[in-house]
């Protein structure tokens, strides 16, 4: 049988094991405390950064951080290991479009729904009743005009009431109205409608040229008594419609 080693040949064991780690350990660092800034550079290169504090400077490299303190190595350590990136952002929530809010709402109860037909029947009747200008007729000369009787009840639904829209001609400048001989208007300020004459409201007297955007608004109006009269058929209503 073999003898056991004594204490003394297991301490020299250990010792040469520490000293193989701490040379393996000083020759993964290139570098010792104690060694010159111009052997730090010569050993691992240029730092990725570098802290000038004047005699006081810290070099950043890929694995360590070395403070050098009168062109002499005074600490080596670590690196810090980087941060994790933040991982992404989700991506923002996508709207679902949304399609147009209906006209009349799908629960709506008669009285409801006649409430409404009636707020827009008054809204398209204040829009094209305006009261035109006009003025003495004096000794001026003007042709007469007036409206002839009856009226087209429109397609609320379909109907744009722009393409009916008639101008007066600009000659004569001036004209007056039947029942009205000692007034004029002027011409440019008037207009013709028949989709619109449903609701001329007093025919003795001439109508007023509408712009572009009263026009939107009364197509918008016509779709909401369309939509309203819909919704009253459901309903059974028997009652008056415009």
């Given at each position: 049988?073999?003898?056991?080693?004594?204490?003394?040949?297991?301490?020299?064991?250990?010792?040469?094991?520490?000293?193989?780690?701490?040379?393996?350990?000083?020759?993964?660092?290139?570098?010792?405390?104690?060694?010159?800034?111009?052997?730090?550079?010569?050993?691992?290169?240029?730092?990725?950064s570098?802290?000038?504090?004047?005699?006081?400077?810290?070099?950043?490299?890929?694995?360590?951080?070395?403070?050098?303190?009168?062109?002499?190595?005074?600490?080596?350590?670590?690196?810090a290991?980087?941060?994790?990136?933040?991982?992404?952002?989700?991506?923002?929530?996508?709207?679902?479009?949304?399609?147009?809010?209906?006209?009349?709402?799908?629960?709506?109860?008669?009285?409801?729904?006649?409430?409404?037909?009636?707020q827009?029947?008054?809204?398209?009747?204040?829009?094209?009743?305006?009261?035109?200008?006009?003025?003495?007729?004096?000794?001026?000369?003007?042709?007469?005009?007036?409206?002839?009787?009856?009226?087209?009840?429109?397609?609320?639904?379909?109907?744009?009431?722009?393409?009916?829209?008639?101008?007066?001609?600009?000659?004569?400048?001036?004209?007056?109205?039947?029942?009205?001989?000692?007034?004029?208007?002027?011409?440019?300020?008037l207009?013709?409608?028949?989709?619109?004459?449903?609701?001329?409201?007093?025919?003795?007297?001439?109508?007023?040229?509408l712009?572009?955007?009263?026009?939107?608004?009364?197509?918008?109006?016509?779709?909401?008594?369309?939509?309203?009269?819909?919704?009253?058929?459901?309903?059974?209503?028997?009652?008056?419609?415009?």
């Open positions: 049988m073999g003898r056991l080693p004594g204490i003394s040949e297991r301490a020299a064991r250990i010792g040469r094991s520490l000293s193989l780690f701490v040379m393996s350990a000083s020759a993964v660092m290139a570098v010792n405390v104690g060694d010159s800034m111009e052997k730090v550079i010569a050993e691992k290169g240029r730092p990725r570098t802290i000038d504090a004047g005699s006081v400077k810290i070099l950043s490299y890929t694995d360590v951080v070395i403070k050098v303190r009168d062109d002499l190595v005074v600490s080596i350590r670590p690196a290991a980087a941060p994790k990136a933040a991982a992404p952002a989700p991506p923002p929530a996508v709207a679902v479009p949304q399609g147009p809010a209906p006209l009349v709402p799908p629960a709506a109860g008669i009285d409801e729904v006649k409430a409404m037909l009636d827009a029947v008054a809204r398209v009747v204040e829009i094209v009743n305006q009261e035109v200008p006009h003025e003495e007729r004096g000794s001026r000369q003007a042709p007469e005009w007036h409206y002839h009787d009856g009226a087209e009840r429109p397609d609320f639904a379909h109907v744009d009431v722009r393409a009916f829209q008639e101008l007066r001609p600009a000659d004569p400048a001036l004209i007056t109205w039947r029942g009205h001989d000692d007034w004029v208007w002027n011409s440019s300020d207009e013709f409608n028949s989709k619109l004459k449903y609701f001329y409201r007093d025919r003795t007297l001439p109508t007023k040229r712009t572009q955007e009263e026009m939107v608004e009364i197509n918008a109006e016509y779709r909401r008594i369309a939509a309203c009269e819909a919704r009253l058929a459901q309903l059974g209503y028997s009652g008056t419609v415009p």
